[in-house]
């Protein structure tokens, strides 16, 4: 490697950091996406209970879960040799009033992952077209505000797309070579990304291309590909036993996932789900050159170059195909096919700069680096856009709000994880599906288990006042309210029917005292609504 290109890697890895970086702490000490505490509450049971047993598989998330678990025995350990913490219980009430403690050092492993993504791009894309392509597509995935965003949150996606990565890395040493070694190596990876998330199995489509493009002049491909199916499952199980030896769970937390609706994330079939990831998040972090030459380059890599057609294009296709045809459609799904995106986008732009040197008979060495510089201006400010709405969020806002203007002896409901809001004075309210709604300091000076809070949502796909046992909704009776996902279901208020007579219930002859909406470029988040409740009479 050049020390050109060493000096470009260099710049593109830390514009990747930088931007993962930037407003990584946001929301905290509240908790914004509702996810993470699913993750991280899962990995403090695992370690109270001594056991290597998640005890839920919906992902099934077991690598990033075990990660999780290793961050916290080391947050602990370093906060009791510094004297800051005396004992794992004082860590956990300590958590418990602000998750920061953990939940950052956690958000910086999945930066690292985000980061890793973009070095593993830039590898794959060298092997595939050389330095150019390589270079060109890690900087198009370090500025994708997609990617970028939840390589900021505790989530699955982006670690399981390291592992993808790595068996795409496999793959191309299998279409180059076929030595037993790659196809062992490309299972063991495929096992890690799925023990990571089960949608990546979809990346054995590349190793099966491969092998199978190979067994046309090699017959023993065949019996590597088999060896390959054996390394992935051997692997998928040696990482997550519990896969098998809880399989119970695993057929009941799989059964919770496959949900037909879910507030805000219904799809409309095939095509519609196809389009809404094509307008929304790809247009979005891509912007409209950008995914006019992704597009190109999808059409026009495979056929100029036989690595890239067996070893992205089957894996991108598979999970544009399968995620499109859910029926519940998310942004986050697209996050494993943002690297190959970048890979087309990259073999697209290079593909230009050829047929103008050509036209002008000229090297125009400078073109592809200002076509990149030129793709990559927008990106980044949207990037950064997207960071600055983060960092100043609906909810809160109306924590601020809350602070400043509810008195201090009333009650509040909240349906989100407000944990800058336990500090203060006020009585707090939370809805928990059959237990209807707690008070937020008992529940935590308890320090709820994850387990504890599965019962009591009885399946439900969210936590909130929608989902709260009918026969209990009047102990979610207080001054007032602070509601994050009525609007949501007010979209469909013929499939959210029973949702929505919930909160009317609870919302007649109520005061709404403040809306706050998402503003492009200014704040993100839910649509928040504070209302005064009637006294009981």
Same mark, same amino acid.
């Given at each position: 490697? !050049? ?10 890895? #830390? /514009?990747? @950091? ?9 929301? #905290? ?27 839920? =598989? ?26 800051? =913490? ?29 980061? #890793? ?34 390589? $900021? ?39 890690? !990304? ?20 190979? %067994? ?11 060896? =390959? ?6 692997? &998928?199980? /040696? ?8 399989? *119970?769970?695993?057929?009941?937390? /799989? ?7 879910? *507030? ?38 495979? &056929? ?35 690297? =190959?995106?970048? &890979? ?11 047929? %103008? ?28 856009? @997207? ?10 806002? %109306? ?23 336990? $500090?203060?004075?006020?009585? &707090? ?26 019962? /009591? ?11 709260? @046992? ?22 469909? *208020? ?16 109520? $005061? ?26």
């Amino acid at each position: 490697m !050049s020390y050109a290109e060493r000096g470009a890697l260099l710049l593109i890895l #830390l /514009l990747a @950091a930088a931007l993962r970086l930037n407003g990584v702490a946001f929301g #905290l000490p509240s908790l914004n996406d509702p996810d993470e505490p699913l993750f991280m509450m899962t990995a403090l049971e695992m370690l109270r209970n001594h056991s290597l047993n998640p005890g839920w =598989f919906g992902h099934p998330a077991t690598i990033t879960l075990y990660c999780l678990a290793l961050i916290d025995v080391a947050v602990a350990a370093v906060g009791m040799a510094s004297g800051r =913490f005396a004992d794992m219980q004082a860590l956990t009430s300590a958590v418990y009033a602000d998750p920061g403690i953990l939940f950052l050092p956690a958000r910086l492993f999945i930066v690292a992952c985000g980061v #890793l993504c973009v070095f593993l791009t830039w590898r794959i894309g060298r092997q595939l077209g050389g330095t150019r392509l390589g270079l060109v597509a890690a900087a198009l995935l370090a500025a994708n505000a997609v990617h970028l965003q939840y390589s $900021q949150i505790i989530r699955t996606d982006i670690q399981a797309t390291v592992f993808m990565l790595l068996c795409v890395q496999s793959v191309i040493a299998i279409a180059r070579e076929g030595k037993r070694s790659d196809y062992l190596l490309a299972g063991l990876f495929l096992g890690l !990304s799925m023990a990571t998330k089960w949608p990546a199995a979809l990346v054995a489509l590349a190793p099966i291309a491969a092998g199978l493009n190979r %067994a046309r002049s090699d017959p023993g491909a065949i019996r590597r590909l088999l060896l =390959f199916g054996i390394a992935g499952a051997a692997t &998928l199980f /040696l990482a997550s036993p519990f896969l098998l030896l809880d399989y *119970p769970t695993v057929i009941r937390d /799989l059964g919770g996932e496959a949900r037909p609706i879910h *507030p805000g994330a219904t799809g409309g079939g095939f095509l519609a789900n196809l389009a809404w990831y094509v307008r929304h998040p790809l247009l979005m972090s891509l912007g409209p050159v950008g995914l006019a030459l992704v597009l190109f380059g999808l059409v026009w890599a495979p &056929l100029r170059n036989r690595l890239f057609a067996v070893a992205v294009l089957p894996p991108l296709l598979g999970f544009l195909i399968v995620i499109s045809l859910q029926a519940l459609r998310w942004e986050r799904w697209i996050v494993p096919i943002l690297p =190959f995106l970048a &890979l087309a986008g990259a073999a697209a732009i290079g593909q230009v700069v050829d047929f %103008a040197r050509t036209r002008v008979q000229r090297p125009l060495p400078w073109l592809e680096s200002a076509l990149t510089l030129v793709l990559l201006a927008p990106m980044v400010a949207t990037a950064l856009a @997207a960071t600055a709405e983060r960092n100043n969020d609906t909810r809160q806002t %109306a924590a601020a709000w809350a602070r400043a203007h509810i008195p201090t002896d009333r009650s509040i409901l909240i349906e989100h994880a407000g944990f800058d809001l336990v $500090q203060g004075p006020w009585r &707090l309210l939370f809805p928990i599906g059959t237990a209807g709604c707690v008070d937020v300091r008992k529940v935590l000076s308890g320090h709820i288990r994850y387990s504890r809070v599965e019962t /009591l949502r009885a399946g439900s796909p969210v936590v909130d006042l929608g989902h709260v @046992a009918p026969a209990r909704i009047e102990s979610c009776r207080a001054d007032y309210a602070i509601f994050t996902h009525y609007d949501v279901y007010a979209l469909d *208020p013929r499939t959210f029917a029973n949702e929505l007579a919930l909160y009317r219930a609870l919302l007649a002859g109520s $005061q709404e005292q403040l809306v706050l909406r998402p503003v492009p470029g200014v704040r993100s988040g839910p649509v928040v609504r504070i209302v005064r409740l009637p006294r009981r009479t």
